[in-house]
C-alpha cells in the first residue's frame, strides 16, 4: 500500500480529496492535516510514501514543507494540488521534484490518473534491479510534448477522446464565447454522457482553453462551471485537424 498524507487546509477541498483518495485501489490514508506543523511530525515518526499538498496554507507555506523534506533526505514523494498556476509555482514544484502537479479545481479523472502514473512507476521501478536507458527514458521522458515545441501539425488527443466530438464541443464553445456552462449543459448541447464530457472538458482546461470553478450550494455534490479562457484557433487546429 502506498502510505499517502494529504496536506490542505480548506475543509472542503480536503474531504474531497480523500474521498477521491478511498477510491484509489493501493493508496492507505495516513493523516489529512492543515497545516505544515501537523504534517511534519506525522512524516518523521511514521512511514509516509507519497504527500498530496497544497502551498498556500496558514503559518508555513507547502515549499517550506517540501524544503525541509529534501533536507531531512526523507524518501517521500510529492503531488501538488494547488490554485498556483503561475509559471513560477510550476518551475519551482518541478525544481523539488515534485513527481506531478493538478492545478484546482480539477476533476476525479484528473486525479485518477496522477495517482495511477505513480503507483504504475512505483510498481515497476521496485521490481527492477537495475534500469537500462530505454526504461530510465520511459519514466523520465515519456511525457505529453509541450505545445511551443509541437509546431503546427496534427497532434494525437489522450486516449478516449476523438477529433470529431472535440470539434462539437469547440464549436458549442464558440457560439458562445463569453457565456459559462456546466458540464451537463454541455453534454446536452452535443449529445453525449456527462461522464464523456467531463473528460474532453478537463483536456481542455488542461490545455487552457478553459477554465473551471467548482460551485458548492447548499445541498449535494459541487458543480463545475467552465468559460473560454484562450481563443487559440491554432491550438485547438492542432488537435481537432486530420
Sequence with gaps: MIRTVIVEDDPMVAKINT???EKMDGFELVAAVPTVAD???IIERDQVDLILLDIYMPGEDGWSLLSKIRWLGQGVDVIIISAANDKESIKKAIRFGAVDYLIKPFEFERFQTALNSYKQ??????KQEELSQNDVDNLLLNKEQPQSAVGTSSVELPKGLTKNT???IW???LENKTEVF????????VGISRVSMRKYLF???DIHIIETEVVYGAVGRPIFKHRMANLDHNLM???ISG
Excluded at 121 to 126: A, K, N, R, Y
Excluded at 182 to 189: G, H, L, Y
Design 19 to 21: 474521498r477521491y483518495l
Design 121 to 126: 512507476e512505483q510498481s515497476f521501478i521496485e
Design 171 to 173: 464549436e458549442k464553445i
Design 39 to 41: 504534517a511534519l511530525p
Design 237 to 239: 487546429e492542432k488537435y
Design 166 to 168: 472535440l470539434k462539437l
Design 182 to 189: 456546466s458540464t451537463e449543459e454541455m453534454a446536452q448541447q
Design 203 to 205: 483536456f481542455l482546461a
